[in-house]
């Protein structure tokens, strides 16, 4: 059992949790997740480690309330509250190195998971410069702005476009929808700049074993639990990618259905 420390929302719909979960504290780098699972009959969702504090024992996640696990965390979940499982760190971490300087780009709650790498980049001596989006509003520029150059921005993709024009970062890192990372990685590839991403698929064991997060990249096939979850964006199947995110959308529908009695559009 994982005690919920705190929770708030950090701007329309994107909600912070803090999770007691020493274990994954202790152990937790940029880049890494945990799969959550609220009560017996719930369902596994993977969840990026976006922030940790090993004295305390805590990871935060940061997510958008939008399917009927997030929907049921937020409206049923306080502090205080425990949930049934937290599974990690898992998959890889990030390996940060001296590339000199990077630019991330960040859209809606994913954005959070560049806070991780931004912190680490800049540890590491590194310059960092973070475009990020939100549909209402922003969360964590304090944050973000204590180690990177940070900029609020509209469209990601346009702002990647217009902030290459000035300047050439030796490697772009994006996480965002797929359509938003596809365009940063087009964008990237005509430029010859080399581009990391993010992906955030289907995941029930996160061990490899049920194939629910496979993925093509560089024209074989990939686990995103085990591989990733971060990608060579140039070298990512999107196409394949769109098709398997879509897999269950009604399944999705119905279970959100279910749980607010009506549909939610
Ligand atoms: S989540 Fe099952 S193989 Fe990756």
Not at 54 to 81: H, I, M
Not at 236 to 262: C, I, M, P
Request: with cysteine.
């Amino acid at each position: 059992m994982y005690k919920i420390v705190s929770r708030r929302e950090l701007c329309g719909g994107i909600w912070e949790y803090v999770l007691r979960a020493p274990l994954v504290a202790r152990a937790a780098k940029p880049g890494q997740f945990i799969i959550i699972r609220l009560h017996e009959r719930g369902e596994r969702i993977p969840l990026g480690i976006v922030d940790w504090d090993p004295g305390q024992g805590a990871v935060t996640v940061v997510f958008r309330e939008r399917g009927k696990t997030t929907s049921q965390l937020v409206r049923e979940y306080c502090p205080g509250d425990v949930i049934l499982d937290v599974v990690g760190p898992l998959g890889n971490p990030v390996e940060i190195g001296r590339p000199g300087r990077v630019m991330c780009v960040g859209e809606d709650a994913w954005y959070a998971n560049l806070y991780p790498l931004a912190r680490a980049l800049w540890e590491g001596g590194n310059e960092v410069i973070c475009l990020v989006s939100t549909p209402n509003g922003s969360f964590w520029m304090d944050k973000f702005s204590a180690v990177a150059e940070v900029n609020l921005i509209g469209n990601p993709a346009a702002a990647l476009r217009e902030r290459l024009e000035r300047e050439r970062p030796a490697l772009v890192w994006a996480s965002g929808s797929p359509a938003m990372m596809r365009a940063c990685s087009e964008i990237c590839g005509e430029r010859n700049i080399p581009i990391r991403v993010f992906l955030h698929p289907i995941m029930l064991d996160g061990t490899g074993i049920c194939g629910s997060c496979r993925v093509e990249v560089g024209g074989e096939g990939k686990f995103v639990c085990l591989d990733g979850p971060t990608f060579d964006g140039a070298k990512v199947n999107w196409e394949a990618l769109e098709v398997r995110l879509s897999a269950y959308r009604e399944e999705e529908r119905l279970a959100l259905v279910r749980y607010f009695g009506k549909e939610t559009g």
